[in-house]
Structure formats: C-alpha cells, structure tokens
C-alpha cells in the first residue's frame, strides 16, 4: 500500500525551486488554518468569526509569532485551541519536515529534489546527513515537547481540573518549544499569573531557550560526549545567547527595578526571575509575566533591539538571528583593528558570510522602517507602540503593547505580511519572487569611494 502514495516531489508544483515551494507551502497552511477557523465550531460564540481575523490568526500561529487580534483562550472552544496548537507544530518545525515524518512512516525513499527543499527549509549549507537531521529534530522535539507538557500539567493540575491542566500543558509545551508565545489563560494576561512560580518560568525558559538555539546546535550538545567538540556554528550561538541574555537581565532589572506596574511590587529573588523571564521572551517567544505596556520606555525600546536580534538559524524563531548579529560586531570589530578578516574562535569567515549577514540586516531594517512608516499612517498610536509591534511581528516574536487587537483592516494585512516575511526569511522570499541569475562571467574594473 505504502508505494501508492506519491512522493513530496512528484506534485506538479514542486517543479518549482526550493524556496518558492516554501512559500507556497506556508501560504496554503496559512489558508487551510484560517478556513478552519472560520467554522462555527472552532469559535466559543458559535459563529464563523470574520476572515480576517481568522487568517491573521492563522499566519501568526504558523508563523510561530503569537501576536493576536482576538483573545485565543475566549475566543476559540477547544477544537479552534487543537487547529492553532497544530498550526504551531507544523510553522516551528515547517511543513517539509512534516511532510518528511510523513514519507518516513510510510517508508517513503527521500528524493534528491526534497533534499534539496530541506536543505532550504532548515538554512543548512549542504544536503550531506540532512535527513538523519530531521530524524533526530522530530525526535528531540517530542521527547523536550512531552516532558515540558508533564510538567507543566502537573503545576497546573493544583490550579484546575486534571484534564484542563493537561491540555493547558500540552498547548503551552508545544507553543513555548516552538516560540509561538500563544497562551489560552485568556484577557490576554499570559503568564502574568504566574511571574512568581519557579517551576512555571524555569520550565517556559527552558522551552524557548532550546528552540530558539536551533536544532543543529542541539544535536551537537548532544553529540558532545562523543565528539568532545562543537562546531563553530554552536560557539557563536551559544555564546551570543548566553551574552544577550545576561545582559538582557541586567538592563531589564536595573531600568524595572521600582518601577510600580512590573518589578516594583515583586521581592527581590522574583524580582531577578522576572528580569530573566522578560530578558529570554523576546527571543521570538512572545510569553510574559509582567504587563509589557507598563514597562519603561527604555526597557520596551531594549526589547525591541533584542527582538530584531532574534533567535538561531536552523530554529523555530525569528529575527536576523544571533550568527547574523555576531558577524555585524565582528565586523565592526576588524574594522576598527584594522583587519582585513572577521575572525571568531580562530576561525576566518568568508567574504560571502558578511555579505549574506548585511543584505539579511539591512532588508530588516527597510521592513520594519517602511511598515512602521505605513502603520504610523494608519493607526493612532505613538510610534515606540508601532515600532515595537512590527518588530514582534517580523521577529515571530508575539509581545504586544496593546496595539494588534485594535489594528485597522489594512493594520491586520501589513502585520500578516511582516509575519509571514518574518517566518520564511526575507532571502527566501527574494529567491523565491526574483528573477534567477547566474554567476557573472566577467568583472568590472575596481573603483574607489570615500567612506566615513
């Protein structure tokens, strides 16, 4: 029976290249989730609720963002709650590693063209060992998922029935692993209830913190015993992470410490868990256990900078990600030292490495810049507010100040967009929506410009 099923590549549509099968793939998940949630029985009111919100419900789950224009613990019964929670799934590992599990339970043979399609899907270099990759993703990811659900269920199972508490721990394993930052507490509190719970934050960190390092470095931490080294790869995400979150801690402490609407009423040892939890959740998680608006505009425009910043290649969250990051400062760095070469761990990069991390920079900067430009237009809110909410959402962060429930009809588009850029990477979507050329066959004469 298994060999009646087609393979991945045989579709007519995947005759397409590598990333414009992503798009087209994410952007059909996105469609079926919002007609899904569109029916009656996903909604508590019993009514189909409107399709723009259905679909700007469904982009931020498979976007693994978390921003929401309708509130997913009332708003949704349990049915609409399971339809977001598999959106979430399939948006943090992506549809092809999916579809992957799929041939490989079939004893499907993995074609050379969905090697190539995964290889885009996970930012690898090389197609060498990638489904042994997938493998060990989907393994890692369910065994990290269902420890943190138990978990989880059982704190929660001291604050409601049994059955709710295990559902509740299912829900926010999956989307705090896959840094979706969706919560079904409802009144859109998150985890404010909890700001104080040790097991609560330890366990939500530990979730985000591990999805967002990136399931390469994963599966090198866990080699580790055997090879008795890390890639190069794994120092620099490690290392930036360990940095800005210490730091994130630290400004975030320093700028809350009185203030009245967040740390002020807290004691000290809660005081610095919540400046950690806050710190680590704008790594593209998108949970909180303080009020984000009534944080200090200092502390709100720091996390905007740690959003931009984002998570790891090769993980369920977003950003320009922490190598992108390192290299910029390395750069600087070598500049001002007067080297020719970026050098980390007594490794030299390649020229096409720093041309890859400023075109991923600044095709950031020109989309949260032009969005929030429009948005200032369309929305009457001070600009750190919008600033702050396109970022979360090109980021798949899902942090809010308020403004997304409020959004205007072409707010809602613009923000879908920025999410769904976010997700597939902006050098994705330019491969995908650009003409395809070559590699030049002669090069013009050098020229000199005056810098600085």
Not at 380 to 402: H, K
């Amino acid at each position: 029976m298994a060999s009646q099923f087609p393979k991945i590549s045989e579709f007519r549509f995947l005759k397409l290249s590598p990333p414009q099968i992503l798009v087209l793939g994410f952007a059909s998940i996105i469609l079926l989730g919002a007609l899904l949630l569109m029916l009656p029985i996903s909604s508590t009111s019993g009514q189909s609720i409107p399709f723009i919100d259905a679909l700007f419900t469904s982009t931020s789950a498979t976007c693994v963002t978390g921003l929401v224009v309708m509130d997913t613990g009332t708003s949704f019964t349990i049915f609409g709650k399971i339809v977001i929670m598999v959106l979430i799934q399939i948006g943090g590992l992506g549809f092809m590693t999916m579809a992957t599990l799929f041939a490989l339970v079939l004893k499907r043979r993995i074609s050379l063209r969905d090697r190539l399609i995964l290889q885009e899907a996970m930012n690898q270099n090389t197609m060498e060992g990638i489904v042994r990759l997938i493998r060990r993703v989907l393994i890692y990811s369910l065994v990290i998922e269902g420890t943190a659900a138990a978990l989880l269920s059982f704190r929660w199972a001291f604050d409601m029935p049994l059955g709710r508490a295990v559902f509740f721990g299912m829900f926010h394993a999956v989307s705090m692993f896959n840094n979706a930052g969706f919560d079904i507490f409802g009144d859109y509190r998150s985890l404010t209830g909890y700001v104080s719970d040790p097991l609560v934050n330890i366990v939500v960190m530990f979730l985000i913190i591990t999805g967002g390092i990136g399931f390469i470095v994963m599966v090198d931490l866990v080699e580790y015993r055997e090879k008795r080294r890390l890639s190069l790869h794994s120092k620099v995400v490690l290392s930036m992470t360990a940095a800005l979150i210490l730091i994130g801690t630290l400004v975030i402490f320093i700028f809350e410490f009185t203030n009245p609407q967040t740390l002020g009423p807290l004691n000290f040892g809660s005081k610095i868990l919540a400046s950690f939890f806050q710190s680590v959740t704008p790594r593209t998680a998108g949970a909180n256990t303080v009020d984000i608006a009534g944080l200090r505009q200092a502390s709100q425009f720091f996390m905007v900078i740690l959003m931009f910043i984002g998570a790891s290649p090769g993980s369920t969250g977003g950003g320009i990600k922490t190598t992108t990051f390192t290299i910029m400062i390395g750069a600087v760095i070598a500049m001002l030292r007067g080297r020719e070469d970026i050098v980390l761990f007594r490794y030299r990069l390649a020229q096409e490495r720093i041309f890859k991390a400023l075109t991923v920079t600044l095709l950031a900067l020109l989309l949260i810049v032009s969005v929030s430009m429009v948005l200032s237009t369309t929305e009457d809110r001070n600009f750190l507010m919008i600033l702050f909410e396109t970022t979360s959402a090109f980021a798949t962060v899902g942090l809010s100040m308020g403004l997304t429930p409020e959004l205007s009809l072409i707010g809602k588009i613009l923000i879908c967009l920025t999410m769904f850029a976010g997700r597939l990477g902006l050098l994705t979507l330019a491969y995908a929506l650009g003409p395809k050329q070559g590699k030049p066959l002669y090069k013009y004469p050098e020229g000199k410009i005056i810098i600085g």
